[in-house]
């Protein structure tokens, strides 16, 4: 009795200590921010911890924030969307097609070397300073990852088992259905985490980008566009930092949210 | 032996003959040549023979997933032009989806395979709850191949090759993966499955590669014996062991006689084999 009381709170201890050892230093750094911040003088620019809560709490207030986070999120789930059908059907045919592979892999691959930033110019050209430009930027960063995590994952499923299916008597393009694309299911959804991670980056840079051009008022929106408003026009550090984290945070939860839904999607894999 | 000569034969292979380039040299290598092998409705067959001897390859000959660069292979005196769901194929690693559970492991080509099958839901769901129960599948039918044994992966590959309904059984080393005893176990069952106590007619048909004598004579009609360099049957030996045939049936000197017979015909090369290695 004793020792199994004594081993569940060494294990709850343990289980703290790791929490505390995590939160430790961001918890000095920001201490540290903070007592740097209180030796300046009061009317600086200069961010600090207690201003970026306020800044934090009236952006959210106003609904400023959440309005430019959805409609970031929005940009970043509909181009992922667009990626995720492009990328894993072509993925699939290239992945088991040895032609249709020697045909397209010199055009995927001098592509894919151009970073999604490098784009925009045309895409300003082409789809205007609204949500089109940079949604078309979100589309080209995910599709990437996506279609080359695809192909990996068709290359790795085992031949055995198409193989077997043949045997069965299933149609070549059941085949595909059926045998090929859940085979290829780890790859797709490492592709779709991945997808996701850079479509997020990008659609932070293009919106600032796209501030760059239309200026506050701009009607590009997101929260890119907020970040270069603070930026150009209010100098408002305190909204940036906000931003940031803002960003940050929400990465970490779609990166979670894709963790959970490997585990209900791949149940065979735990 | 009188039904086996009046029924045309099954299986007919014909002075086949598989080559390749290999791949490093572009050298053209013999797989196997000159095979001519014929096997009656009914018959269980098993092909023995060391390492390298091309037995796997005879095998994905017959189920239409190589071709024979050589020769002519007829299955129900029509040749054999690609894998089809009358020939079923177990692998020697089972060949499991592992994203599926063992029942629709077993019903895959009962859904998805020779399209037109007349195969209500329901029907299918019957006919897979059958075969199920005759491999002794019931209670774990809902579990991911990864969290069934070997020996009971075994029966999930077997369940899905007699569920789709072949006529001709090829199995590759079915049971090389398990443990010794599991391994008795299953043979007696794998007959029993087979046919062996319906009548030759009902039987199906059955090609069996292993690598195991005793294995071969314990379950096989015939036994082919193969040899390497090139691939090629050297011989073919009538196993004139009474069916059903029981464990006991080990202890019997005729089994000795018969295992040392092709011992001897496989021992030469094998000895040879270990000693390039």
Redesign the interface.
């Given at each position: 009795m004793t020792t199994t009381t004594g081993s569940t709170a060494s294990a709850n201890g343990s289980r703290w200590n790791a929490v505390l050892y995590a939160t430790l230093l961001p918890a000095i750094l920001v201490l540290a921010w903070q007592a740097w911040a209180m030796t300046l003088p009061a009317d600086t620019r200069a961010p600090s911890p207690a201003r970026a809560v306020a800044a934090f709490v009236n952006l959210v207030a106003s609904g400023e924030l959440i309005l430019a986070t959805a409609q970031s999120l929005g940009r970043v789930l509909a181009g992922f969307a667009f990626a995720l059908l492009a990328g894993v059907g072509l993925g699939v045919l290239m992945g088991s097609s040895r032609r249709i592979r020697d045909n397209l892999d010199p055009i995927v691959e001098s592509f894919r070397p151009i970073a999604p930033m490098a784009i925009l110019p045309i895409a300003i050209l082409w789809f205007g300073t609204g949500t089109a430009a940079s949604l078309s930027i979100v589309t080209y960063a995910a599709f990437f990852p996506m279609l080359l995590n695809t192909i990996h994952g068709v290359s790795r499923v085992?031949r055995?088992?198409v193989?077997?299916?043949?045997?069965?008597?299933?149609?070549r393009l059941?085949i595909l259905t059926?045998?090929v694309v859940?085979?290829a299911?780890p790859g797709v959804l490492l592709g779709s985490r991945l997808a996701m991670g850079v479509a997020w980056t990008a659609i932070i840079a293009a919106e600032l980008a796209v501030g760059a051009k239309t200026g506050a008022g701009g009607t590009s929106g997101g929260i890119g566009q907020m970040m270069f408003v603070f930026f150009a026009y209010s100098i408002d550090l305190n909204g940036i930092v906000v931003c940031m984290i803002v960003v940050g945070v929400v990465a970490l939860l779609i990166d979670r949210l894709f963790r959970v839904a490997e585990y209900w999607l791949?149940?065979?894999?735990q | 032996m009188m039904t086996q000569e009046t029924l045309a034969p099954k299986l007919r292979l014909r002075e086949v003959g598989r080559q390749f380039v290999a791949p490093g040299t572009g050298q053209l290598a013999t797989a196997v040549t000159g095979v001519n092998l014929e096997v009656a409705t009914g018959e269980f067959v098993c092909v023995c023979g060391p390492s390298g001897c091309g037995k796997s390859t005879v095998l994905n000959l017959i189920a239409g997933l190589d071709v024979p660069s050589a020769g002519t292979i007829e299955a129900n005196g029509k040749p054999i032009t690609g894998p089809g769901a009358d020939r079923g194929v177990m692998f020697q690693d089972y060949a499991l989806m592992p994203w599926m559970s063992a029942f629709d492991n077993i019903g895959f080509g009962l859904r998805h395979g020779t399209p037109g099958k007349p195969f209500t839901p329901e029907q299918r769901e019957a006919r897979i709850r059958q075969f199920v129960d005759l491999v002794g599948l019931k209670g774990s039918e809902k579990k991911y191949p990864h969290q069934l044994s070997g020996g009971m992966r075994q029966r999930v590959a077997l369940a899905r090759l007699l569920a789709n309904g072949p006529d001709i059984l090829l199995m590759d080393e079915p049971l090389g993966a398990l443990d010794a005893q599991t391994r008795l176990i299953l043979q007696v069952e794998l007959l029993q499955i087979w046919g062996e106590t319906a009548p030759v007619g009902e039987r199906k048909t059955a090609v069996f590669i292993t690598h195991d004598i005793d294995e071969a004579v314990f379950l096989g009609d015939r036994v082919v014996v193969m040899s390497t360099l090139p691939g090629r049957v050297k011989a073919i030996i009538p196993i004139d062991l009474p069916r059903p045939r029981t464990e006991m049936i080990r202890a019997d000197a005729s089994f000795s006689i018969l295992v040392e017979q092709i011992w001897s015909l496989i021992r030469d090369e094998a000895y040879r084999a270990i000693h390039e290695k």
């Amino acid at each position: 009795m004793t020792t199994t009381t004594g081993s569940t709170a060494s294990a709850n201890g343990s289980r703290w200590n790791a929490v505390l050892y995590a939160t430790l230093l961001p918890a000095i750094l920001v201490l540290a921010w903070q007592a740097w911040a209180m030796t300046l003088p009061a009317d600086t620019r200069a961010p600090s911890p207690a201003r970026a809560v306020a800044a934090f709490v009236n952006l959210v207030a106003s609904g400023e924030l959440i309005l430019a986070t959805a409609q970031s999120l929005g940009r970043v789930l509909a181009g992922f969307a667009f990626a995720l059908l492009a990328g894993v059907g072509l993925g699939v045919l290239m992945g088991s097609s040895r032609r249709i592979r020697d045909n397209l892999d010199p055009i995927v691959e001098s592509f894919r070397p151009i970073a999604p930033m490098a784009i925009l110019p045309i895409a300003i050209l082409w789809f205007g300073t609204g949500t089109a430009a940079s949604l078309s930027i979100v589309t080209y960063a995910a599709f990437f990852p996506m279609l080359l995590n695809t192909i990996h994952g068709v290359s790795r499923v085992d031949r055995k088992l198409v193989l077997a299916a043949m045997t069965m008597g299933v149609p070549r393009l059941r085949i595909l259905t059926k045998v090929v694309v859940p085979g290829a299911l780890p790859g797709v959804l490492l592709g779709s985490r991945l997808a996701m991670g850079v479509a997020w980056t990008a659609i932070i840079a293009a919106e600032l980008a796209v501030g760059a051009k239309t200026g506050a008022g701009g009607t590009s929106g997101g929260i890119g566009q907020m970040m270069f408003v603070f930026f150009a026009y209010s100098i408002d550090l305190n909204g940036i930092v906000v931003c940031m984290i803002v960003v940050g945070v929400v990465a970490l939860l779609i990166d979670r949210l894709f963790r959970v839904a490997e585990y209900w999607l791949m149940p065979w894999r735990q | 032996m009188m039904t086996q000569e009046t029924l045309a034969p099954k299986l007919r292979l014909r002075e086949v003959g598989r080559q390749f380039v290999a791949p490093g040299t572009g050298q053209l290598a013999t797989a196997v040549t000159g095979v001519n092998l014929e096997v009656a409705t009914g018959e269980f067959v098993c092909v023995c023979g060391p390492s390298g001897c091309g037995k796997s390859t005879v095998l994905n000959l017959i189920a239409g997933l190589d071709v024979p660069s050589a020769g002519t292979i007829e299955a129900n005196g029509k040749p054999i032009t690609g894998p089809g769901a009358d020939r079923g194929v177990m692998f020697q690693d089972y060949a499991l989806m592992p994203w599926m559970s063992a029942f629709d492991n077993i019903g895959f080509g009962l859904r998805h395979g020779t399209p037109g099958k007349p195969f209500t839901p329901e029907q299918r769901e019957a006919r897979i709850r059958q075969f199920v129960d005759l491999v002794g599948l019931k209670g774990s039918e809902k579990k991911y191949p990864h969290q069934l044994s070997g020996g009971m992966r075994q029966r999930v590959a077997l369940a899905r090759l007699l569920a789709n309904g072949p006529d001709i059984l090829l199995m590759d080393e079915p049971l090389g993966a398990l443990d010794a005893q599991t391994r008795l176990i299953l043979q007696v069952e794998l007959l029993q499955i087979w046919g062996e106590t319906a009548p030759v007619g009902e039987r199906k048909t059955a090609v069996f590669i292993t690598h195991d004598i005793d294995e071969a004579v314990f379950l096989g009609d015939r036994v082919v014996v193969m040899s390497t360099l090139p691939g090629r049957v050297k011989a073919i030996i009538p196993i004139d062991l009474p069916r059903p045939r029981t464990e006991m049936i080990r202890a019997d000197a005729s089994f000795s006689i018969l295992v040392e017979q092709i011992w001897s015909l496989i021992r030469d090369e094998a000895y040879r084999a270990i000693h390039e290695k």
